[in-house]
T-cell receptor, first 117, second 115 residues
């Protein structure tokens, strides 16, 4: 069974600083995808970044980068130059590959990020 | 930019009443998901559609929940009768396919409160 673990219930960072949100995963699939989503207090889930299990380079999207360490089964999100608008809940999720449909995202419990000025 | 639409955004109902939620996925997305998110937790899948067919409803409480996607486009999730424990955020998502690399895009959600 697939599992995502986020061990940091809350993180605090000052504006303009970088912050790392931890995520470890467990799966027996050879091919899988790892995703990070942001959920502000308004409730919508906003896609941030994707990393494929066979990707050799770490994914980057603007201020977001994913530190992918396959052997350690970790997929940490790094946010550079934090902004007040980054305050939100962040979810790590994974999805296995399958020839059949029925591969929904498995989410962690989330980390609440608070950015202060 | 194409978005997933959901309505209503908020719903307050009394227990034993029926409620229905609507979702319109991004145009051309064959795969549609309904997730339930209890406060303080990550979303969990209720049902997944591929076009008009259900491909995973193993976590759907079928005695009270039903879902349909009749023409393979928009979808409705119904709860009858609602119970206090159904209070949660109901999120709809869509993706082009079901591969590991297919990103799921979420709608704004429906926040349900059962009194």
């Amino acid at each position: 069974a697939q599992k995502i673990t986020q061990t940091q219930p809350g993180m605090f960072v000052q504006e303009k600083e970088a912050v790392t949100l931890d995520c470890t995963y467990d799966t027996s699939d050879q091919s899988y995808g790892l995703f990070w989503y942001k959920q502000p207090s308004s409730g919508e889930m906003i896609f941030l970044i994707y990393q494929g299990s066979y990707d050799e380079q770490n994914a980057t999207e603007g201020r977001y980068s994913l530190n992918f360490q396959k052997a350690r089964k970790s997929a940490n999100l790094v946010i550079s130059a934090s902004q007040l608008g980054d305050s939100a809940m962040y979810f790590c999720a994974m999805r296995g590959d399958s020839n059949q449909a029925g591969t929904a995202l498995i989410f962690g419990k989330g980390t609440t990020l608070s950015v202060s000025s | 930019e194409a978005e997933v639409a959901q309505s209503p955004r908020y719903k307050i109902t009394e227990k034993s009443q029926a409620v229905a939620f609507w979702c319109d996925p991004i145009s051309g997305h064959a795969t549609l998901y309904w997730y339930r998110q209890i406060l303080g937790q990550g979303p969990e899948l209720l049902v997944q559609f591929q076009d008009e067919s259900v491909v995973d409803d193993s976590q759907l409480p079928k005695d009270r929940f039903s879902a349909e996607r009749l023409k393979g486009v928009d979808s409705t999730l119904k709860i009858q009768p609602a119970e206090l424990g159904d209070s949660a955020m109901y999120l709809c998502a869509s993706s082009p396919g079901w591969g590991a690399a297919d990103t799921q895009y979420f709608g704004p959600g429906t926040r349900l409160t059962v009194l």
